[in-house]
């Protein structure tokens, strides 16, 4: 088993950045690919971005490209969501996942159901 906690989440006024952090702990070398999903209320869930551990090969959603970055500490088993440039429209709780699967085309990949293990989710809250 996998086990997520993610943290950073908060309050922040539009234009504004945060910072999220997962922390992966339990038997992490099944670990290939992590991704970030966030659900909005009354939306459906959406992939958000997500990198793959072997190479660091990094997958971004329409919406936030060029304003969201994704990143990984092998050592410290944490992926991190640097979000800039934030939009009320990026109000949503985030949830980071992982995958025991091992796959290339990260964009075909961006579904739920192929993660294996989720954290709790993170609420964000952007002010216009």
């Known amino acids: 088993q996998v086990q997520l906690v993610e943290s950073g989440g908060g309050l922040v006024q539009a234009g504004g950045s945060l910072r999220l952090s997962c922390a992966a702990s339990?038997?992490?070398?099944?670990?290939?690919?992590t991704g970030w999903f966030r659900q909005a209320p009354g939306k459906e869930q959406e992939i958000v971005t997500s990198?793959?551990?072997?190479?660091?090969?990094?997958y971004y959603g329409d919406s936030v490209k060029g304003r969201f970055t994704i990143s990984r500490d092998n050592a410290k088993n944490m992926v991190y969501l640097q979000m800039n440039s934030l939009r009320p429209e990026d109000t949503a709780v985030y949830y980071c996942a992982a995958s025991r699967m091992v796959y290339r085309d990260l964009e075909r990949f961006s579904t739920s159901k192929n993660y294996h293990y989720w954290g709790q989710g993170t609420q964000v809250t952007v002010s216009s």
């Open positions: 990198i793959r551990w072997s190479d660091g090969a990094t």
């Open positions: 339990g038997r992490t070398f099944d670990i290939q690919i």
